[in-house]
T-cell receptor, first 114, second 115 residues
């Protein structure tokens, strides 16, 4: 079945550092890929998504490129801020039947220090 | 729009008690779902609904009931609370019927402790 693996946290960075959170997946067909973010004490919200190979999703300075050849969707940001401290979830949804379930990674906690 | 709302924010129960977690959305979304979030286990789907009168089980449905009498509301009932149900519960909705590109909109969560 479909699955998502993302790097374990916690990740601790200083402000203005470069961020990469790795996410790889296994899936049949052509899934859509998502990054959701959960700020402290809040529910999850969509950060960005990509729906086909080579698409780049971007939002709030974050980017992720859907790479089918490496089955990856790594999240990057060039210069993190304290306000980016949150838990980041990679997710996948496939195309048909049970594969339409949204499959979640375990989340990666990011702490940004001033 | 208020989006997805959940009540209560916090709840403490004793083992064996029952309660209902409320969820409502004002976006006219057909698809609604309940997740639980536990440390080291990510998000797990409890139940979902693709429209009023239609519900189905997710991956961890035991001990929970749902109903969907209106498009807006999707309450989650704990029949006889157990310590293993201590968790943070999130309700989510989306416009499409679990379509491949659909965005999920989450409520703020209910933190439940069962003693």
């Amino acid at each position: 079945g479909n699955s998502v693996t993302q790097m374990e946290g916690p990740v601790t960075l200083s402000e203005e550092a470069f961020l990469t959170i790795n996410c790889t997946y296994t899936a049949t067909g052509y899934p859509s890929l998502f990054w959701y973010v959960q700020y402290p004490g809040e529910g999850l919200q969509l950060l960005l998504k990509a729906t086909k190979a080579d698409d780049k999703g971007s939002n709030k300075g974050f980017e992720a490129t859907y790479r089918k050849e490496t089955t990856s969707f790594h999240l990057e940001k060039g210069s993190v801020q304290v306000s980016d401290s949150a838990v980041y979830f990679c997710a996948l949804r496939g195309g048909a039947g049970n594969n339409r379930k949204l499959i979640w990674g375990l989340g990666t906690s990011l702490a940004v220090n001033p | 729009n208020a989006g997805v709302t959940q009540t209560p924010k916090f709840q403490v129960l004793k083992t064996g008690q029952s309660m209902t977690l409320q969820c409502a959305q004002d976006m006219n979304h057909e698809y609604m779902s309940w997740y639980r979030q536990d440390p080291g286990m990510g998000l797990r789907l409890i139940h979902y609904s693709v429209g009023a009168g239609i519900t189905d089980q997710g991956e961890v449905p035991n001990g929970y009931n749902v109903s969907r009498s209106t498009t807006e509301d999707f309450p989650l009932r704990l029949l006889s609370a157990a310590p293993s149900q201590t968790s943070v519960y999130f309700c989510a909705s989306s416009a499409g019927l679990a379509g491949i590109t659909d965005t999920q909109y989450f409520g703020p969560g209910t933190r439940l402790t069962v003693l």
